[in-house]
């Protein structure tokens, strides 16, 4: 099987932007069963240091949308930070898959050889694009989208490995016949 750019890349966030968003529903029925604002979820963090849950959402957001404008070789749209509640992050969820989906195959064509160059600050970083999808773009998305289920695990919602790998069950097969 040849592994493809634009399988690699909009598969895998297609999926685990799909498991964000039942992660956040299951955040959304903890905080009307526990009778706590929603709000106190979106502005949770692990640590004082770290961004809240509603901008490790907009992060993982961002890396899939920035990730498929580089590979195919346009400039990302540019959205506004303003979600507040936990439906305007799964709509901003909902938009990211849009336009991941909207990246036609052929768009990715030579990608994995394309040069990418960005700035970290102090920095300009350069690499191909397979390295730019392997070692820079997938690590910085899971990162913030563990990180967000994190948050909401910290805060007593009741997830665990099947909801963060919910995508997964599409491979699943019955156990064969005896």
């Keep these: 099987m040849k592994i493809s750019m634009h399988g690699l890349a909009s598969e895998t966030f297609t999926g685990m932007l799909g498991d964000l968003s039942g992660i956040l529903d299951k955040g959304a029925e903890h905080a009307a069963k526990a009778r706590i604002d929603p709000a106190t979820l979106i502005k949770a963090k692990l640590a004082p240091d770290m ?75 350069v690499m191909t694009g397979l390295q730019f999808l392997k070692d820079w773009a997938l690590p910085h998305f899971y990162f913030h989208v563990v990180t967000a289920y994190d948050i909401l695990r910290h805060e007593g919602v009741e997830i665990g490995k099947r909801e963060y790998l919910g995508h997964v069950a599409k491979y699943i097969r019955p156990p064969a016949a005896a």
Excluded: M
């Design 51 to 125: 961004y809240d849950l509603a901008r490790q959402v907009q992060i993982a957001c961002d890396q899939a949308k920035g990730t498929t404008a580089q590979l195919t070789g346009v400039e990302p749209p540019v959205w506004e930070d303003s979600e507040q509640t936990i439906d305007e992050l799964k709509a901003r969820i909902a938009r990211t898959i849009d336009y991941v989906q909207a990246a036609p195959e052929t768009a990715y064509e030579g990608a994995e050889d394309r040069e990418i160059t960005f700035a970290v600050p102090e920095v300009t970083i």
